[in-house]
């Protein structure tokens, strides 16, 4: 029996990133790369998908299991083929990482979402982002099914940033018009944000634009000191980000420094119990907080975030959910694997 991990290959971006280091985890622990080209898909796209799908899925034998991480990013009708071809091979083993849903994150038709989730009922096992997010697709019509929740975003790198200086900062990875929040922030702490696109708004005593860095050098930048922000404004916190795994927090982790979240999201009892920071209600509240705290205060956080930070760099949360998944999946449980940092949502 072999385990396949799907990835996503030819396209830029986060997704496809994300998609990367899961793999290079699921490889430390015997997975096989079932690798999946980007192309644009075509209105008649049924007729030439069985061939594309007859040579991806070749490696796969009768009762293999199948790691699909969702979505593919290639189009819902070619997720939903795929699955459908996995599912054809006899005993075949299928879990689904879900890493974004199509529907909530471009605020897209209700058709949308009710053909994601028929591609998700195909799943023997799903890892989801959240028990929220679990209890909102089993309200559009999720059928019962053994779950994972996700703890985290895992950032494996062999390079662990230690200096970090008091600096009373914040951090922000993110698009600068998909986060209103940056143009209305006018706070003491200045906010420091970084994209490849330039802003509309100059830069002032509360905001820099920094500009694009590649990961590494990014997360060399914000190791430098300051909190990393994991922000989002009350729409779509409301519809998405309250019930998604921000891949900004383990950036901001990884690179070694304490955290603001905001409270009712994922992580929020998670940074607490672990000390990695604060969960507040506004960006007002954080602002006089991070002014307030003393240096030793500060330096203590520092000390707390440099276990999670191990973790992080080790891969060792997508490790952790990978190996419970497959275990899981073979000895055919049907409750789920509970996440005790998520057991107020
Ligand atoms: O200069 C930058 C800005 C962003 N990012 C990456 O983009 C992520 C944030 O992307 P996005 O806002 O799409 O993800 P979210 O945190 O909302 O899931 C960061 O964590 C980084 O991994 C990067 O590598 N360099």
Not at 30 to 36: F, R, S, W
Not at 155 to 182: E, K, Q, W
């Amino acid at each position: 029996m072999k385990t396949h991990i799907t990835t996503l290959n030819n396209m830029a971006g986060t997704a496809s990133l994300a998609h990367r280091r899961v793999l290079k985890v699921a490889q430390s622990i015997g997975c096989h790369e079932m690798g999946l080209s980007f192309y644009p898909l075509k209105p008649d796209y049924a007729k030439e998908i069985d061939k594309r799908l007859d040579g991806i899925i070749a490696p796969l034998n009768y009762g293999d299991i199948v790691i699909f991480q969702y979505p593919s990013w290639i189009g819902v009708n070619y997720d939903e083929s795929f699955v459908n071809k996995i599912k054809s091979y006899r005993d075949t083993k299928l879990i689904i990482f879900v890493q974004d849903i199509q529907k909530l994150m471009f605020d897209s038709e209700q058709a949308i979402l009710d053909m994601e989730i028929k591609t998700l009922n195909k799943a023997d096992l799903l890892i989801l982002p959240s028990k929220k997010m679990h209890r909102y697709l089993k309200e559009n019509g999720l059928d019962e099914k053994p779950v994972i929740y996700q703890t985290i975003w895992d950032m494996p790198s062999d390079i662990c940033f230690v200096d970090h200086a008091v600096t009373r900062c914040f951090h922000f990875a993110g698009n600068y018009n998909r986060f209103p929040f940056l143009a209305e922030y006018h706070g003491k702490t200045p906010i420091y944000q970084y994209d490849a696109n330039k802003p509309d708004r100059e830069n002032d005593d509360s905001f820099c634009w920094k500009g694009y860095f590649e990961q590494e050098k990014l997360m060399h930048e914000l190791s430098k000191g300051g909190f990393g922000l994991v922000w989002s404004d009350d729409e779509y916190f409301d519809r998405y980000y309250s019930m998604n795994q921000p891949y900004k927090l383990g950036t901001n982790l990884a690179a070694g420094i304490p955290v603001i979240v905001k409270r009712g999201c994922v992580h929020d009892k998670f940074v607490e119990r672990n000390g990695l920071g604060y969960a507040v209600d506004t960006l007002d509240e954080a602002d006089k907080l991070v002014q307030s705290i003393t240096d030793a205060e500060y330096i203590e956080l520092y000390r707390n975030v440099k276990n999670i930070q191990k973790l992080i760099l080790d891969g060792a949360y997508t490790r952790k959910i990978l190996q419970d998944a497959i275990i899981e999946v073979l000895e055919n449980a049907c409750t789920p694997v509970e996440n005790r940092y998520q057991d107020h949502i």
